[in-house]
């Protein structure tokens, strides 16, 4: 392949514009041609993308968010989008493609290779809820973000002797909520993947009471959601003053940390290995903490496993 190009998709995550910067320099080292799509796949459908050189990824390795901007594109979706995409793809001969988003735009990986496009998918989301992978960019990131957040809600949570419940997001996952809770010494975590009983909680906020206990954090995923209400029954359950906060998009910015830099440096730089060897319709994803890739139908039809050891550590050490 002499011609590629680059775009993020869905959610951004930090640690996407190093993944960019590994993509637009492994291309230019390997003569190919490299174009930065903006706006997820909505830059295929409306013409929107420039031709990258080595100093248009400079100073993005440390940068949160995408300079290629990210979008959902419901019209991609459909088989006209598709079809304005390929035009585009042709008029500046974009042989293949990589793709820096979640599993939504790994559909959309793979209908493009589908209609001659090979695509490489890279995992870029703040949810870790890749089946296929171990890891994704900007998890790191984000989980490190939300236990500053949640540091500092201890410590107001201390001084009134209240309980925090607070939010973190996911989507459907609570792989972010699980990491999160056991980090910042959470009596209880509530995720999707593990049905809670409200009871339970209470007897235990109770018994830690008991042991001298003063101040409690509820961690919750937002796939399981209702902290005010939850809050507010808590409250009137136990008497303990309770205060709900939902960390929201602030989990989605910031400085990549290292892990997230150092990982989408190396998955963009196998990414560009696989389409200049004329390798598509794939997924460059981490197992065992080693990189690897799949085929993108196969990675979509992979369950998750919920770390179900580590929740179980956690209930059991948050006494
Ligand atoms: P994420 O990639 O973070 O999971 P989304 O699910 O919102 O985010 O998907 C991002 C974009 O990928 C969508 O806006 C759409 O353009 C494209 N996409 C998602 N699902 C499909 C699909 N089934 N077919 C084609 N494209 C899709
Ligand atoms: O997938 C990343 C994510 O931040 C999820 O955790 C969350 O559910 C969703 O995106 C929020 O999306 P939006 O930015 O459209 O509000």
Redesign the pocket.
């Known amino acids: 392949m002499k011609t590629i190009g680059v775009l993020t998709s ?2 951004d ?1 930090p640690g996407m514009n190093a993944a960019v910067r590994a993509v637009v320099r492994a291309a230019l080292a390997k003569n190919m041609k490299v174009y930065g799509i903006r706006r997820g796949y909505n830059g295929l459908i409306y013409d929107d993308l420039c031709e990258m050189d080595l100093r248009s990824v400079s100073d993005i390795i440390h940068r949160g968010g995408t300079v290629l901007y990210t979008a ?1 594109s419901p019209e991609f979706k459909t088989e006209e989008g598709m079809q304005k995409a390929l035009q585009t793809c042709q008029k500046y001969g974009i042989e293949g493609c990589v793709v820096i988003g ?1 599993d939504g735009s790994y559909r959309g990986a793979r209908d493009l290779s589908l209609r001659g496009v090979p695509c490489i998918g890279l995992p870029g ?3 870790n809820d890749i089946a296929c992978t171990e890891y994704t960019i900007g998890f790191d990131t984000a989980m490190n973000t939300a236990m500053e957040m949640i540091d500092r809600l201890r410590d107001t949570s201390q001084s009134h002797e209240r309980c925090s419940v607070v939010e973190v ?3 459907g996952a609570g792989h972010l909520a699980l990491e999160t809770g056991i980090a910042v010494g959470a009596t209880a975590i509530l995720v999707p993947e593990v049905s809670y009983d409200l009871d339970s909680i209470i007897a235990k906020m109770r018994k830690t009471q008991k042991s001298g206990k003063k101040h409690f954090i509820i961690v919750v995923a ?1 796939g399981v959601g209702h902290v005010e209400e939850l809050a507010k029954k808590i409250e009137e359950i136990t008497g303990i003053e309770s205060r709900a906060t939902i960390l929201g ?1 602030v ?2 910015g910031g400085n990549p940390s290292l892990r997230d830099r150092v990982v989408a440096s190396e998955m963009g730089y196998d990414a560009v290995e696989l389409l200049e060897k004329g390798i598509g319709n794939r997924v460059v994803a981490m197992r065992d903490s080693k990189i690897v890739d799949f085929d993108i139908y196969e990675a979509l039809q992979m369950t998750k496993p919920f770390n179900i050891n580590l929740y179980n550590i956690a209930n059991e050490i948050s006494i």
């Open positions: 869905g959610g995550a959902r979640g989301t703040i949810d997001m996911g989507r937002e998009h989990q989605r």
